[in-house]
RNA sequence: GCCGGUGUGGCGGAACAGGCAGACGCCCGGGACUUAAAAUCCCGUGAUGGCAACAUCGUACCGGUUCGAUCCCGGUCACCGGCACCA
């Protein structure tokens, strides 16, 4: 019989959800197991090969722990809402339901075929009315408790998009979806107040197994800093508070600046000379888009305030204000003292204004440059801080500060508050109304979900309205408090929101009296192990522990984290057909005859396809023709091998090249497992000297299906197969290498321990277990080095003392050879591992 | 600039409680089978020298610790990812 894998995927893939093996079981008593991939977004382009390796690598997990007995909930679902399906119905006026349930069909399709072992009993989708009910209500929740809250303030606006933005949605001022202009919009906009969580959202990272870059990431972009607020008396009379991380410097201070926006400015008014001036740069600076602030504009510029003097309490010293748009209004006080000796920003701006540089710490030349002081550096010129460390210096200001009454301790984050709102139709409706006498009211309880209502058109409007703005029938309602006529909210919740709460759901997805029960979220939560994108790191991930904790607080979840281990992989990448170095060697050399060299022929294909051809490996791309699809995979190889090629790529954790040719080496091993099956069946080949071997296995590929380490587990099975291939095998031994092969490649794996007699499927037997000493060879192989050079291989019984390994190793003929003329000085014998000689040439006597 | 990560054959990558560097696979070369090709099977495959046994050199670079370093320590360089006028 030949290898068919479409049939055989087929039958198998009927035969488990007939069996309906995969169902996490309501039966609380068991040990459990979550693993979660992200869901995605049914995207109408289908699967991408980059879904499978993270979806694959679990899903061995989820496989694996469930032949050693746990309860494993390997949920999937869909993440529906979002734009693409809003544009394509505005393009092609059908509505973003249709086409986004059509792509969820074709999902579903492609998934069943590379055989994940998703409960698909607990399936769920974000756009399903009785699933965005509870996000609807979780919204309500946070608003009741404050945490939602509406605030007009400048946002990030996408031009294309025609919506806001959260801050973490913009990547480089441009939007992190479509890649158009952001600009700085005033807007009424429902915030969701993630800063009140900042502290515990960086603190609780500590206890959990997440991989450190994205410990890092999330650390960083939470941005705590713990510094001290300091008061500076003003000759207007009233007080400036700054902000700084360094109030060891304080003595270094020549001068105040605040930001263009800072709302003490407007009082000071009449007492500032020139404010025709200062209002000239107040509007220059509001024109700016914040990237043009940043980005482009590292050039100083600013005010001086004819009029104004500040008082340093650490010295008395009055210095000048300035305002500046390097000092942001969003961050601290919106106002710093310049320290220019020791901060470079502080340099550059009193450089140009001609500002004294005073210098605090000793070191560096800092009329060339600002001096960053280390922890060790010395305090000069500054009162009683003199001689002490930086380090000693900055605790001894702060509590001489707070003692002396012009300062206290204050911690800022660079966090801002979520932004919530979206000006779009395909999105969850904002379940509150607004009402003249009582305010922003939300709709009871009872009342959800609040449907999205039909509409004609989809499009966004220019002016900033959501295209439910004029759904008037649905606006118009009557205010759940007090009965009057009120309006109801109009903007939509962004694609984050049903995303932050979807693991919970899994738990218990048909619930409709609560979002999950009690029992079931209790029982199955922590999340175990959750793998996604690093591009999450700072939006989902971060929106989603904060939607948790939330929970917590409210005494719906049962842990203050979702997550206990959160990896993630690396993204697949393609082959670029321009580079030089993926031409085949015939048009390399063709190339090369033309242009005159390998160094000129590189050069040509920069000239042709620009900067782009001296990456040799690249993302995929609609452009470069090297795009792959999993469909065409599978069915030409099969999913088993498509699962052991995305799994045997390289590093999980990597950024791996999707190589064309290097994927039939997984086939070419599954068609040996075939054959090697066959020759058993025939009764063609027997022996039993593969125990160790096998033993060996088992420990090996369970220890790394458990740390993400597929790719060596395939290799410690390519490399067994090779060895029953040689040796023969039983069928006792052939059917466990088919039960540790099973979590890779289940299919063929059923289907051959079938043919052999198997009367149970494979997905439902126990993992085997493995014997520690059947692991260690009777025979160990010891290097034998002179002075730290191998010079032989002895081979010798594993439990050889070391007076025996080292009489073994003299014996040997090369090692005689090598020690001839030398004095042995020393040796070291490590038992199974190496013998080292330390020699020295024989003194003649 | 700050934070995190990574540098190993022609290629993807193994090996890190310090102990034979290059597992496994791809590519490539030779052979078997075939009228032939594909497929399959066998052999070889880090570099240099040698008919060979073998020798020397090799894990980005410089230095250190050690009997012994891809691994630990100090410094340098390059690349990737994130943040970035956050005081």
């Known amino acids: 019989m030949k290898y068919e894998h479409c049939s055989i995927e087929k039958k198998w893939q009927d035969a488990w959800e007939k069996a309906g093996v995969f169902h996490a079981k309501n039966d609380y008593t068991k ?67 249709q086409i986004t349930r059509q792509n969820i ?36 929740q946070m608003f009741k408790r404050g945490l ?69 990431q999330q650390t960083n972009w939470i941005g705590r800093s713990q510094g001290l607020e300091v008061d500076f008396q003003m000759s207007t009379g009233d007080t400036m508070t700054v902000y700084t991380t360094r109030g060891d410097t304080l003595y270094g201070v020549s001068y105040l600046v605040l930001s263009p926006e800072h709302p003490i400015l407007k ?75 020791h901060d470079q920003r502080d340099w550059d701006f009193a450089t140009k204004f001609g500002l004294p540089i005073i210098q605090v710490v000793r070191g560096g030349d800092v009329t060339k440059e600002a001096y960053a002081a280390k922890e060790d550096g010395i305090m000069v010129n500054s009162g009683f801080l003199d001689g002490m460390t930086v380090k000693e210096a900055i605790p001894a200001m702060k509590e001489y500060a707070v003692k002396a009454g012009f300062g206290k301790l204050k911690t800022n984050f660079k966090l801002r508050d979520w932004v919530f709102s979206r000006q779009r139709y395909w999105g969850e409706p904002i379940p509150l109304v607004y009402c003249e006498k009582c305010g ?59 995303s932050s709460w979807y693991f919970l759901r899994y738990c ?53 984290e979702p997550y206990q281990k959160r990896t993630s992989h690396g993204m697949i990448l393609g082959l670029n057909p321009h580079s030089f170095d993926n031409l085949s060697p015939e048009e390399q050399e063709k190339l090369v005859k033309e242009q005159g060299s390998e160094a000129a022929a590189r050069a040509a294909l920069v000239e042709k396809y620009g900067e782009m051809a001296t990456h040799p490996i690249v993302k995929m791309s609609k452009s470069l023709g090297n795009v792959v699809n999993p469909d065409d995979i599978v069915e030409e190889y099969g999913a088993d091998t498509m699962r052991l090629y995305e799994m045997f790529l390289g590093d999980f954790e990597k950024t791996a090249p999707w190589d064309p040719k290097a994927i039939k080496g997984c086939r070419r091993f599954l068609e040996r497992v075939w054959n090697l099956s066959e020759k058993l069946v025939k ?25 993400l380490k597929a790719n060596t587990a395939i290799a410690t099975m390519m490399g067994l197969l090779n060895q029953l291939e040689k040796n023969g095998c039983n069928q006792a031994e052939f059917q466990t290498f088919l039960t540790i092969l099973n979590p890779f490649a289940p299919h063929i794996t059923e289907e051959l321990n079938q043919q052999l007699g198997g009367r149970s499927m494979l997905a439902e037997t126990a993992w085997p277990q493995f014997d520690e000493s059947k692991t260690v060879d009777a025979l160990a192989e010891i290097a034998v080095q002179v002075n730290g050079k191998v010079r032989s291989v002895i081979t010798i019984a594993s439990d050889a003392d070391e007076e025996a ?41």
């Open 508 to 560: 218990d997805p048909k619930n409709e009296r609560a979002l999950a029960s009690k029992e079931a979220l209790d029982y199955w939560l922590p999340v175990d192990w959750y793998n996604g994108g690093m591009e999450h790191t700072t939006l989902h991930l971060l929106y989603s522990r904060f939607w948790y904790k939330f929970l917590y607080d409210a005494g719906v979840v049962p842990t203050k």
């Open 148 to 216: 939602a809250y509406k605030a007009s303030m400048p946002v990030n606006w996408c031009t294309s998009c025609k919506c806001v933005l959260a801050n973490e949605e913009v990547v480089n001022g441009v939007c992190e979806r479509c890649g158009a202009p952001v600009v700085r919009k005033e807007k009424s906009q429902w915030m969701l107040g993630i800063t009140q969580y900042a502290g515990r959202l960086v603190d609780d990272l500590e206890e959990l197994d997440f991989i450190e870059r994205v410990k890092a």
């Open 683 to 707: 009764g063609e080949s027997y022996s039993s000297a593969n125990e160790s071997a096998i033993h060996k296995a088992i420990k090996k590929v369970g220890e790394d299906a458990d740390n």
């Open 105 to 140: 069909h074709h999902f579903k399709e492609q998934l069943t075929s590379l055989g994940l072992s998703f409960d698909w009993e607990r399936e769920v989708a974000t756009i399903d009315p009785g699933y965005y009910k509870w996000t609807q209500w979780i919204f309500l």
């Open 267 to 341: 009082e000071w008014k009449d007492k500032i000379g020139n404010w025709a001036e200062v209002e000239a740069y107040q509007q220059a600076a509001a024109r700016k888009s914040d990237f043009e602030r940043s980005e482009l504009n590292k050039d100083k510029t600013g005010v001086l305030l004819a009029g104004i003097r500040a008082v340093n309490p650490a010295n008395g010293a009055s210095v000048p204000v300035f305002i500046s748009d390097y000092v942001l209004m969003g961050y601290g006080t919106g106002a710093v003292m310049g320290v220019p000796g």
């Open 440 to 498: 922003w009211v939300p709709v009871p309880e009872d009342q959800l979900p609040l449907r999205l209502p039909e509409v004609k058109s989809y499009e966004p409007t220019d002016n900033g309205e959501s295209p439910l703005a004029k759904c008037t029938d649905w606006i118009n309602t009557v205010c759940p408090h007090c009965g009057c006529p009120a309006r109801r909210e109009t903007d939509t919740m962004p694609q984050w929101a049903g």
């Open 805 to 845: 390994i080292r009489s073994a190793a003299l014996a040997d003929g090369k090692i005689q050879a090598a020690l001839k003329g030398m004095q042995i000085i020393k040796s070291i014998v490590i038992k199974k591992k190496i013998v080292n000689f330390v020699v020295k040439p024989q003194e003649i006597a």
């Open 31 to 97: 040990p459990k197991f979550y693993a979660l991939v992200e869901f995605p977004y049914p995207s109408g382009a289908g699967l991408h090969v980059g879904h499978p390796r993270s979806y694959t690598a679990l899903d061995i997990v989820a496989r694996k722990k469930r032949m050693q007995g746990y309860n494993v909930l390997y949920p999937m679902g869909w993440d529906a809402f979002g734009l693409p399906a809003e544009n394509y119905a505005i393009k092609n006026h059908v509505h973003p339901e």
